[in-house]
């Protein structure tokens, strides 16, 4: 029968609309209270209607002591779909809770890529304990999967694949479709691949289109336009690009001699861009992985790295001021104003920057116009720059009275709005050439350029003009 | 017949394999060279092999005389699905550059909600002249579609949807499906929307299903377990968030009264994810929109008002520091250290934020655990900060040899980094709660108090201790 999620609250007004698909704060603290009264009973009622990955949710919200109480209490109603979507770090703690009967039948339950998914994360004795409760076809699946390496198309598709000879008809694809035992076929499919006698897939046929056409009717007139084929060493990332580049619902995964090994769908290349997206804009950031559900200490570790990276940076630009140390003595504005040169390049900076990631990773910045975008971006920056150079010497002549310091100021933030534009594109191209992901590293560099050239360009200015 | 995308270049060895899906240079160049010699039949046999997308890839990558040169010589080959997937800026251009009767072709061809996605942000004349090229049932599907806003999924829906009463069985749907007129069923489907007689969707069943069951098998026997309804009325940022947390391929649309008038499937959905992670990377970045295709003057004005507030922020700070110039006029190393306090600040501030935000979009950031959170990230600042204070304690006392400027950094460090944890993460949740898109402005004002916070606690307790 179908089990119809429900809106986690009444869907009412502009407020409620925007909170759609949020657990409620006061669902959690129902369950929260079940637990402590230790009513297996009222937790199941109120967990029953909860969808898998919602579930996961609310364990990734709680603490750690209600989390561990909840799963024991919750312990035989627990299914491996909810291992599957909690959160790395949360998933090996609640496995280490769960009794090995429960955790058997959780993991016997879910289809093999499933379980790859779940355990390939896991510390090496946990993995094993899951290998070992898995039938044997189920494990040699797994283990196979396992060994394509991690990111990988093969590691991510499906090995259950609907396929079909070249020469078959519609009628023989259905009486196939017909016959096939359940088990032997993907929970969900949408396309037959129809492959050559070398096993190399030639098309995909939807299953729409297969149950409206005749018997007769070869599959060959009937296959789909867009069709990709995926090697199985593909980077996960780049079949996700492609999926959404090329509107696929799946497509077929081949091994190194072309031979159909497997199918990857829709479902889950989103699930990888997703993925991919966060990963981005963490590294963005200089947060190498991190979640919410990570333990202090494990948040500090990740996030020190990138800290001590702008540490050395920022010291690198404390020594440009030093050799400036006199010029400020006796002009203490200087002091004063440099943080706003190096601040607006600093910005003008990451936004060149962001843009140059982002354009990356679609694929959108090539050899074709890599020239055109960063004159484009040392333009931005020329007219940007010269309209805060006006400002800003109005404003330093206004504030500290004196017109060389505004024009100072103002030909020190043209070139560091510039040099921003230049170093925010070619530092990133520059990485990706070296095979360095961009988003991880571009920050760091970009800002030490915009901090030393800012700082320079400011206060070796005013050190020429105005002592 | 199968018309296979062919990789863009040969896939062999991990250079080739990370350049996977990349428009070739060369490609680019043959494509201009035929444009530049005017060779109609070599430019056709260069784009036939390309997809749409590519197709559109290139057009943005070329500049403007290039781009309108290309058009015309394509001219009659053009098809609508390539004007799809243009980028906005680039779309408008390439349909002034049509003629008239290119056009029509190319929207003729189309499906009625991808003439609503390519329209939509066209300006209004380039509306109407597309609007009235179309046959009166479309553009009747067309202005329906237009009538619900933009990004809610009443706009992103499909209009043509299968759908079969709750007491068919399969033999019935099969015939339905197959009496069918091609022109009233979508392009693509994987789904049967069972309704009750108020046309309310209680389910969903897959193709395959179907085609695997008995054909007196009664539909409610066969139901997909996961089933999510649509109020056309709900966001497509929404939208797309459910089908990834639930694992959806196609979800049923509902009007106010909950009858079924359209369907969402998931490669929609994928797309919607891209966008709205684009548009969170870009406004983190405080970059509005922007594309690389855009110009010079376009880019400029997405970028200065960030810009501009930047500047106001740093000026704040700088009206700080301007506080202290009796204390930095006696001790020029106030000026030189300074930077480094607030730019540790802005790092961890931003890390804080990037992490909240992104939290606060997958709907992991909630009233259940957000005390905890900003617990969280406080104590993470104030390790952090303690680390990196004994480092700049340390780097104090070596450089300027004063063991108590060492000391003033260090307390300010610990200080700045604690607030940097406590406003990195307060300040979105703040805004998320007041209806702004914390990914638009929490930047702004987290750097607002890193560097007023940072520049006050050093200078006010250098002038406190130090003179």
């Known amino acids: ?64 002591f209600d989390r561990s109480r909840l799963v024991r209490l919750y312990d035989r109603e627990f299914d491996g779909e909810i291992l599957s979507e909690l959160d790395e770090s949360i998933r090996e703690e609640v496995i280490a809770v769960l009794t090995p009967q429960v955790l058997s039948q959780a993991v016997r339950d879910m289809d093999s890529d499933d379980v790859v998914d779940l355990i390939e994360d896991l510390e090496d004795d946990q993995q094993e304990a899951i290998l070992e409760v898995l039938e044997d076809a189920d494990r040699v699946a797994v283990e196979q999967a396992l060994n394509w390496p991690e990111y990988s198309a093969g ?35 949408y396309h037959i691949v129809m492959v050559d006698p070398r096993l190399h897939p030639v098309g995909n046929v939807t299953l729409g289109k297969l149950m409206r056409s ?52 829709i479902d889950d290349a989103m699930a990888v861009l997703d993925e991919e997206h966060e990963e981005d804009i963490l590294r963005l950031a200089g947060v190498g992985e991190g979640s919410l559900s990570d333990r202090v200490v494990e948040t500090t570790k990740q996030r020190l790295p990138w800290l001590a990276v702008n540490l050395v940076t920022a010291i690198a ?45 679609t694929k959108d910045l090539t050899g074709s116009n890599v020239w055109r975008v960063i004159r484009r971006e040392c333009l931005v920056g ?36 510039v040099v921003a534009g230049l170093a925010g594109t070619g530092i990133p191209i520059l990485l990706e050439r070296v095979g360095v992901d961009p988003a991880l590293a571009s920050g760091a560099f970009v800002t030490t350029v915009t901090d030393v050239v800012g700082f320079f360009a400011f206060l070796g200015l005013a050190a020429a003009v105005l002592l």
Chains 1, 2 share one sequence.
């Open 1 to 64: 029968m179908s089990e119809q999620i429900e809106d986690l609250e009444l869907a009412t007004g502009e407020d409620a609309e925007r909170q759609a698909y949020k657990l409620e704060p006061k669902t959690v603290a129902s369950v929260l209270y079940a637990v402590d009264i230790d009513d297996r009973e009222k937790l199941t009622e109120l967990m029953d209607p909860l969808h898998a990955a919602d579930i996961a949710d609310l364990l990734e919200q709680i603490n750690a």
């Open 155 to 189: 590691r991510l598709m499906q090995r259950e694949v609907v396929m079909a000879p070249e020469h078959w008809t519609v009628g023989q694809a259905i009486d196939h479709l017909r016959g096939t035992a359940e088990e032997d076929l993907p929970d969900q499919f």
């Open 214 to 265: 005749k018997r007769a009717t070869p599959l060959r007139d009937i296959l789909e336009e867009t069709f990709q084929i995926i090697p199985a060493m593909r980077d996960e990332g780049d079949v996700a690009y492609a999926f959404n580049q090329y509107h696929l619902i799946s497509a077929p995964v081949v091994d190194d001699e072309g031979r159909l090994i497997g199918v990857i769908t």
């Open 317 to 361: 630009a404390s020594m440009v001021i030093s050799q400036f140390e006199a010029a400020i003595a006796q002009i203490v504005a200087l002091a004063v104003l440099m943080p706003i040169v190096a601040s607006m390049g600093g910005n003008a900076g990451t936004q060149s920057l962001t843009v140059a990631v982002r354009a990356i990773a």
């Open 382 to 417: 020329l007219v940007n720059g010269v309209i805060f150079a006006v400002v800003m010497g109005v404003v330093g002549i206004i504030w500290f009275g004196s017109p060389a310091l505004g024009y100072v100021i103002a030909v020190a933030m043209v070139i560091n709005m």
